[in-house]
């Protein structure tokens, strides 16, 4: 769906090892994250200098859209401060993240 959608991927290193990606979806106007993932041996020590790349990529603002049984994304957007903006087909959940002013 990536290359499908010309979703752009970015990956971050630490140490020069993997830790992770973010995509971002061309949405005219609006900015999507589409995807992220971070390894699990990166969660814990480097999940919030993680969150503040896809946060400074974005400059705050962006939308999310995901679907309900991925709940570990799900809590991991709404402990960073995005909130449900949109249910879509009662199994699609819209984010929204605003960098407050």
């Known amino acids: 769906d990536f290359k499908k959608?010309?979703?752009?991927?970015?990956?971050?290193?630490?140490d020069g090892?993997?830790?992770?990606y973010f995509g971002e979806e061309p949405g005219?106007?609006?900015r999507w994250l589409t995807g992220f993932f971070i390894m699990p041996e990166?969660?814990?020590s480097l999940k919030s200098e993680f969150w503040n790349e896809v946060i400074n990529h974005f400059n705050g603002?962006?939308?999310a859209g995901l679907f309900d049984n991925n709940i570990p994304a799900?809590?991991?957007?709404?402990?960073?401060?995005c909130k449900v903006i949109q249910v879509i087909?009662?199994?699609?959940?819209?984010?929204?993240?605003k960098e407050s002013v």
Request: no cysteine; proline share 0%; glycine share 8%.
């Open 5 to 14: 959608y010309n979703v752009d991927i970015y990956t971050l290193e630490h």
């Open 17 to 20: 090892k993997f830790v992770g």
């Open 28 to 30: 005219g106007s609006e």
């Open 42 to 44: 990166f969660r814990k």
């Open 61 to 63: 603002n962006f939308k």
């Open 74 to 81: 799900i809590k991991f957007l709404m402990k960073n401060g």
């Open 89 to 97: 087909d009662n199994n699609i959940f819209v984010f929204e993240h």
